[in-house]
């Protein structure tokens, strides 16, 4: 019976443990919203307000500027799900694809690493969403 107990604490310690790392990166809640913590939002913030960059053309407000706005449910070029999001930070937008003309270079222009750009994923996404929806 110990055994068992010991196994049964230690996969409850793993999922306890892995639960942040799969909440970060995987979607749910049926609406493709990362069930992202809010330490991992809050780092996005940060790193969009500053090593991102992204707010030199989003806005320090992300309400747009040169790029477009990224509170509102409207989505130039893609679906605004988190996996979107990623992608398209990742990849950028290029000047032939751009609606407005205006290309996004990939991650921004910036160094932000694969990590990085989840967080930023996260609070983007999270300013688009509106409680209930």
């Not at 799969?22 to 809640?29: F, L, V």
């Not at 991992?40 to 090593?51: E, K, Q, T, V």
Request: proline share 7%; with cysteine; net charge neutral.
């Amino acid at each position: 019976m110990k055994a068992r107990t010991g196994a049964g604490l230690l996969a409850a310690v793993f999922v306890v443990l892995a639960a942040p790392a799969a909440a970060q990166t995987t979607a749910g809640g049926g609406n493709g919203s990362p069930e992202a913590a809010p330490a991992l939002i809050a780092r996005g913030d940060s790193l969009f307000h500053g090593a991102g960059n992204c707010y030199a053309c989003h806005g320090s407000k992300a309400e747009g500027l040169v790029g477009p706005n990224l509170t509102d449910a409207e989505w130039i070029h893609s679906k605004g799900t988190y996996e979107d999001i990623v992608k398209q930070i990742h990849t950028g937008v290029p000047k032939e694809q751009s609606k407005s003309g205006i290309p996004m270079p990939p991650k921004g222009g910036s160094t932000i690493s694969d990590e990085d750009i989840k967080a930023v994923a996260a609070y983007v996404h999270s300013l688009a969403q509106k409680p209930g929806s």
